[in-house]
């Protein structure tokens, strides 16, 4: 929470208390400013929120333990898949959220340890190209495990997932109290708000511990963590377990949000599109994520409803669809970022201790 | 006197070159034990043999009595053996506080669910693990530079928190490797104190070091290595005068090639 006060530009820094009270409001008034604009926008910020829990699974691996991960977005499709399978017709299973979720976590961190264990000793380039193919063979996977056995539906996905139903409350059915209804979009946005701030208080709680301390010693330098103690084996699979999780969680509640899952929806861009989010937010810190995350999420979609326009204004007609002018924009950006604000949108400095408890001694 | 560790004809070979061989040297509890010899003649390399960051090909160590798992340094750790680096080695994007604090990590035990629920036991470690990492800056004299981001101490301090980070391991054997490379004539003889300091609090001191002056000060007794072998082994005084010794630095007869 302070990393992300100190985030906000100018009034950060100088009204602490102010900004945090500003973050929580517009944090719980965000639907109804989108539903303003149009459902589309409510949407986009439920997807907003999904992403920020990618965003900070993937921090924890990369900008933590310093183990560039390119494949992570399988972890998303355990998660989703798991959903699938659990609780859909495909196999006609119908288990409620509070068994589904879990597992789909509990997979993800295992195949977060399947994947930590040959990749033990890589590092960097290598470490990065290992979990990029993992990536795209869990993803073909998907494609292609219907046949001769249907298990996965292959290419076609599965469809009519469960939506989530907390104990009787399902949240795809718009809430009526009296004359007032509110719309599933809302409930969703509420339920994923509170995932994301469970996400933040757990992670920020690993980042301040030991295991925070091990795996940024990990990270800044290997050799020296192992030789003041530091079971780097173990704090790595840790570090992809717990990234994993994440992801699996991430990827249940995509499923029932979205009501279908396909392989196409795991592909590499999606894994790098999280680690731009991290890297462009400020890898490492937990706001930087949060922030990389919405931004990256939000711009292209703006994007989208500027550029048709502006483009039609101009010229008469459109040239460039918006989708090619989203990859090239976003490389852009990111060129500049590393030019100009290479540590990201929000280089704050992680905290690894609580000097707080120092009054009362020193 | 008794015998804290026991390096028993320990050799490594890296291919053709022979880096260590029948290396053999008892160090005593509660003294200051020095390694010398000219560049090259394997100090380091005994250092990373012995800390478990390469596997011996011949020979073992005996630390207290039992014998030292090869090639696992974090296990080498908590038998209570703690290391410091030729080319400082600190973690750059944290404070000199949370260095000293990640070098506590073997001895606290703190779990994934500990520290998730926060619960007493995890909280009641925390607290500890602070006041003692505060504690050891202070030891070392750099406790006003607690939350100071590392890589911006000096390099003297910098020197001086890779110690407190190695002590913040409990150890009954600290290793330094070259601790006064690159310090002036002050900051010298301060390390030297602060050594003194170390050995008085009951740590034994296993120093390589090229500053002869601090060698013969600070030491109990010394080993000499040249082209991995052990040429000489006794209190700094006989050591200094040992015609072996002499040839292996300045060149004698026996190197004449």
């Known amino acids: 929470m302070n990393e992300l006060i100190e985030a906000v530009p100018f009034l950060g820094k100088r009204n602490p208390r102010l900004t945090k009270w500003l973050i929580i409001i517009v944090a719980l008034v965000a639907p109804l400013i989108a539903a303003y604009f149009g459902r589309s926008w409510m949407r986009i910020l439920d997807f907003a929120l999904l992403y920020m829990m990618l965003a900070l699974g993937l921090n924890l691996v990369v900008g933590f333990a310093g183990l560039l991960d390119l494949g992570y977005i399988a972890f998303y499709a355990v998660g989703a898949y798991t959903w699938a399978f659990l609780a859909s017709p495909h196999f006609g299973v119908h288990m409620p959220f509070w068994i589904v979720l879990p597992l789909g976590a509990a997979f993800a961190a295992l195949a977060g340890i399947i994947l930590g264990f040959p990749v033990l000793r890589l590092r960097g380039d290598y470490l990065a190209i290992v979990t990029l193919g993992f990536g795209e063979i869990v993803r073909i996977f998907m494609n292609n495990l219907n046949h001769p056995v249907n298990i996965t539906n292959g290419p076609q996905g599965i469809n009519a997932l469960d939506s989530l139903n907390l104990f009787g409350w399902n949240l795809s059915q718009s809430l009526t109290i009296g004359d007032f209804k509110i719309h599933y979009l809302y409930l969703y946005y509420y339920f994923f708000l509170l995932c994301v701030v469970g996400s933040i208080i757990f992670i920020k709680r690993l980042q301040i511990s030991r295991v925070g301390r091990a795996w940024a010693a990990m990270r800044d330098d290997e050799l020296a963590a192992k030789a003041i103690g530091i079971n780097t084996r173990n704090m790595k699979l840790l570090a992809f377990a717990l990234g994993a999780t994440f992801g699996g969680v991430a990827g249940g509640l995509f499923g029932s949000f979205q009501g279908f899952v396909s392989p196409e929806s795991f592909s590499l861009m999606e894994s790098i599109a999280v680690l731009t989010m991290v890297v462009f937010g400020g890898m490492g810190n937990i706001a930087g994520a949060v922030v990389g995350a919405l931004i990256l999420t939000a711009l292209p979609e703006i994007l989208r409803h500027i550029a048709l326009p502006v483009q039609e204004a101009v010229f008469g007609t459109v040239i460039l669809d918006p989708e090619v002018l989203r990859m090239l924009l976003l490389s852009l950006a990111m060129i500049l970022m590393m030019l100009l604000r290479p540590a990201g949108l929000v280089p704050a400095h992680a905290r690894y201790s609580r000097p707080e408890l120092l009054k009362g001694g020193a | 006197m008794i015998k804290l560790l026991e390096a028993r004809g320990v050799g490594k070979r890296f291919g053709g070159l022979t880096a260590l061989s029948d290396v ?24 990373n043999v012995l800390t478990g960051a390469y596997i011996p090909d011949d020979g073992e160590f005996v630390f207290n009595g ?19 680096f030729q080319n400082i080695r600190l973690f750059g994007q944290m404070t000199a506080l949370e260095n000293v604090m990640a070098g506590h990590h073997i001895r606290t035990k703190a779990g994934v669910w500990g520290i998730l629920t926060q619960n007493k036991h995890t909280r009641e470690e925390e607290r500890l693990t602070t006041e003692r990492a505060y504690e050891l800056l202070k030891y070392v004299g750099i406790e006003r530079f607690a939350h100071t981001i590392c890589k911006n101490l000096s390099y003297g301090d910098q020197r001086r928190l890779e110690i407190a980070r190695a002590l913040a391991s409990e150890p009954q054997l600290l290793a330094l490797d070259e601790p006064a490379a690159g310090m002036n004539a002050t900051e010298t003889s301060q390390l030297k104190v602060l050594i003194e300091q170390i050995r008085h609090d009951g740590v034994t001191v296993l120093l390589i070091e090229h500053d002869v002056k601090l060698v013969m000060g600070l ?11 052990k040429i000489a082994e006794d209190v700094p005084a006989v050591v200094q005068k040992n015609e072996a010794v002499i040839s292996a630095y300045l060149g004698g007869p026996k190197h004449a090639h």
């Not at chain 2, 030292?68 to 974090?74: C, Y």
């Not at chain 2, 030491?219 to 072998?229: E, I, N, P, S, Y």
């Open chain 2, 24 to 47: 053999s040297l008892t160090i005593n509890k509660g003294e200051v034990y020095g390694l010398i010899g000219p560049n090259g003649a394997g100090k380091t390399t005994f250092f």
């Open chain 2, 66 to 84: 039992t014998e030292l798992p090869s090639g696992k340094p974090h296990l080498v750790v908590e038998q209570g053996i703690a290391r410091t």
């Open chain 2, 219 to 229: 030491c109990d007794r010394v080993a000499v290595l040249d082209f991995g072998k």
